[in-house]
């Protein structure tokens, strides 16, 4: 498996509360993506990251920020949590971006409760 | 929303049994990607395919890429208890070259 670790691994918190998710690479590549998967829906591409500083929205960025300050770092924030917003959360990696045929490569996922 | 549909959403099946998951889209795609995920996991890339009506195998795994690059589907021969999982395929359009569309999955359950 690629090193990439995501933390925390689970977290329960309350409406209105901000939250913060962290992924770690240890593989030094140049793309970082954010999925939330709920059933029903497979994986959806909340933001991703094309290098530091730059960031792109996926298609349900709403109700989401994100910061990629290292090349190895890309938080994901929740600024007033809502229960819509629990949900099992992935990053993922890859080299050269999916526009290069490239793959991706998950992380353990965090899964997020909000009451 | 969802542009990559796959069908079905389950598919319990006796050890031994074959199994298919398809995948359509309504636009042509740049390639399609597969992906596993055990069940409490994250999901691991299987394979990728670029070209019309490409077909790639991986043991019992047989990957196909429709001539008209819309659809993709994944068939597994003689299922065993180890293939339990959900299968992703997962899109790039060809218009829009950053991002992956991942279809719904379609979860294998297999009874020995």
């Known amino acids: 498996d690629a090193g990439i670790t995501q933390s925390p691994r689970h977290k329960v918190t309350e409406t209105g509360t901000p939250v913060t998710l962290r992924c770690h690479q240890t593989e030094n590549h140049r793309y970082m993506y954010w999925y939330r998967q709920d059933p029903g829906h497979g994986l959806r591409l909340i933001h991703y990251?094309?290098?530091?500083?730059?960031?792109d929205k996926g298609e349900v960025s709403d109700g989401y920020s994100v910061s990629r300050s290292k090349t190895e770092d890309f938080l994901l924030t929740l600024e007033s949590a809502t229960s819509s917003q629990t949900s099992v959360y992935f990053c993922a990696i890859s080299k050269a971006g999916t526009g290069s045929t490239d793959t991706q490569y998950f992380g353990p996922g965090t899964r997020l409760t909000v009451l | 929303g969802q542009q990559v549909m796959q069908i079905p959403q389950y598919q319990h099946v006796q050890e031994g049994e074959d199994f298919t998951t398809y995948c359509n889209s309504s636009?042509?795609?740049?390639?399609i990607q597969w992906y596993k995920q055990r069940p409490g996991g994250h999901p691991v890339f299987l394979i990728q395919?670029?070209?019309?009506?490409e077909v790639k195998k991986q043991k019992r795994l047989t990957f196909q890429f429709g001539e008209a690059k819309k659809n993709s589907s994944l068939h597994i021969t003689a299922t065993q208890t180890t293939d339990v999982g959900t299968y992703f395929c997962a899109a790039i359009r060809s218009y829009n070259t950053d991002k992956l569309i991942f279809g719904t999955g379609t979860r294998l359950q297999v009874f020995p």
């Open positions: 395919l670029v070209k019309s009506g």
């Open positions: 636009t042509t795609l740049s390639n």
């Open positions: 990251s094309y290098g530091v500083k730059d960031t």
